[in-house]
T-cell receptor
Framework: DAGVTQSPTHLIKTRGQQVTLRCSPKSGHDTVSWYQQALGQGPQFIFQYYEEEERQRGNFPDRFSGHQFPNYSSELNVNALLLGDSALYLC??????????????FGPGTRLTVL | AQSVTQLGSHVSVSEGALVLLRCNYSSSVPPYLFWYVQYPNQGLQLLLKYTTGATLVKGINGFEAEFKKSETSFHLTKPSAHMSDAAEYFCAVSASGGYQKVTFGTGTKLQVIP
């Protein structure tokens, strides 16, 4: 049973560029959440997708956007990259059964470096 | 609104000694509580979770945690530390039910001394 997968593993971009990160949820899961983890910090919630719609959003600017596809996979897009966007981006998946989301399982993350 | 405070960004224990990592939470609704472990350059792995029912929760690798509502705490313990327990540990809280926005603490780095 494949767990949560993310691609790419590492990415280097320059300021002002745009980046797309990808996530495939664990088999049987239908909800995907994205987190940003800066060095030495805990993960910060960016947003959550269910049924191809953004359901919740954390305190992140509109430069951060996402998408969920019919197969439940998801993308995180970041426009106009800033140095401060350098971080580990974590994807987590869960199952929205019985009207609430069960435990989130995390992928290995994508390490984004902005130069 | 919800928040988590982890007391001690670094904790050192000797191999075989008790591990105690402290977590206090704040939540305006009944919380779900989690402990995750993160090894270097890896994602987060769920150790254990509390949703409802029994307040003493057992997890993987011999860890357990007790939900104490009156103290708003969810401390993580393990009777005997092993070298492989050296990692960073995150306590997290979410509101029960609905879409699950998880709020994490800042983490506690556990060092195990041989």
């Amino acid at each position: 049973d494949a767990g949560v997968t993310q691609s790419p593993t590492h990415l280097i971009k320059t300021r002002g560029q745009q980046v797309t990160l990808r996530c495939s949820p664990k088999s049987g899961h239908d909800t995907v959440s994205w987190y940003q983890q800066a060095l030495g910090q805990g993960p910060q919630f960016i947003f959550q997708y269910y049924e191809e719609e953004e359901r919740q959003r954390g305190n992140f600017p509109d430069r951060f956007s996402g998408h969920q596809f019919p197969n439940y996979s998801s993308e995180l897009n970041v426009n106009a990259l800033l140095l401060g966007d350098s971080a580990l981006y974590l994807c987590a998946s869960s199952f929205m059964g019985q009207g609430w989301a069960d435990t989130q399982y995390f992928g290995p993350g994508t390490r984004l470096t902005v130069l | 609104a919800q928040s988590v405070t982890q007391l001690g960004s670094h904790v050192s224990v000797s191999e075989g000694a008790l591990v105690l990592l402290r977590c206090n939470y704040s939540s305006s609704v009944p919380p779900y509580l989690f402990w995750y472990v993160q090894y270097p350059n890896q994602g987060l792995q769920l150790l254990l979770k509390y949703t409802t029912g029994a307040t003493l929760v057992k997890g993987i690798n011999g860890f357990e945690a007790e939900f104490k509502k009156s103290e708003t705490s969810f401390h993580l313990t393990k009777p005997s530390a092993h070298m492989s327990d050296a990692a960073e540990y995150f306590c997290a809280v979410s509101a029960s039910g609905g879409y699950q926005k998880v709020t994490f603490g800042t983490g506690t780095k556990l060092q195990v001394i041989p």
